[in-house]
């Protein structure tokens, strides 16, 4: 069994950045290596084998979404891009290409670690199905039994409601594009309806959240899709 702290591959050209990203790192005792460029991302990636890769979008050899859909090729290693505020549609193609989450500049330590946790608590949890009772906060999921209850109170929703419930406290804590959602829930064909998704996620919240107008376990991410909160 590896008892290394994780190494982190921290790939930013901007020097005040890349110190900001290692100090923190190394003060939570993890293990950092750094690269500037794409070039030197990809030379990292492949001879250090990474348990998390931090990745700045904009680099000066080419750009953050090409290199995740690279190392997409050949890794699962969980990949949290690092984008400037306002690039929602960087955000979006860089998750459809296969990254795990986003953080958005400038962003706080304790954001960084949150999002660093849920990744690699993902990628430990593998392709294999998870545990089969989900407690979130308030929200208790039985997936053996196909039980929702909120607060101890049973609930009941529609078979998609339920589908999209489940999807979203799988991946609690980690961000899913509308087009991912979509994808799963309602199938390949369906990829781009994103008013279903609205319409669903309206009802959801009406029959989960205690108050659906401010919702405090189904988040919104604004132009990026939906992110279950991880209590
Ligand atoms: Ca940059």
Known sequence: ????????????????????????????????????????????????????????????????IALTRKIREWSQVPIIVISARGRENDKVEALDAGADDYLTKPFGVDELMARIRVALRHAAGGASGGPAVLDIGPLHLDLARREVAVDGREIHLTPLEYRL?????????????????????????????????????????????PDPARPRLLLTEPGVGYRMRDI
Not at 41 to 58: C, F, H, K, M, R
Not at 173 to 200: C, D, M, N, S
């Open 1 to 64: 069994m590896n008892t290394n702290p994780p190494l982190v591959l921290v790939v930013e050209d901007e020097p005040p950045m890349l110190r900001f990203l290692a100090t923190a790192l190394a003060a939570r005792d993890f293990r950092t290596a750094e690269a500037k460029s794409c070039k030197e991302a990809l030379v990292a990636a492949t001879s250090q084998n990474p348990e998390i890769i931090l990745l700045d979008l904009g680099l000066p050899d080419g750009d953050g």
């Open 165 to 209: 419930l489940v999807l979203l406290a799988q991946n609690a804590g980690k961000v899913l594009t509308h087009r991912q959602i979509l994808k799963e829930v309602w199938g390949p064909p369906y990829a781009h309806q994103t008013q279903y998704l609205r319409v669903f996620m309206a009802q959801l919240r009406r029959k989960v959240e």
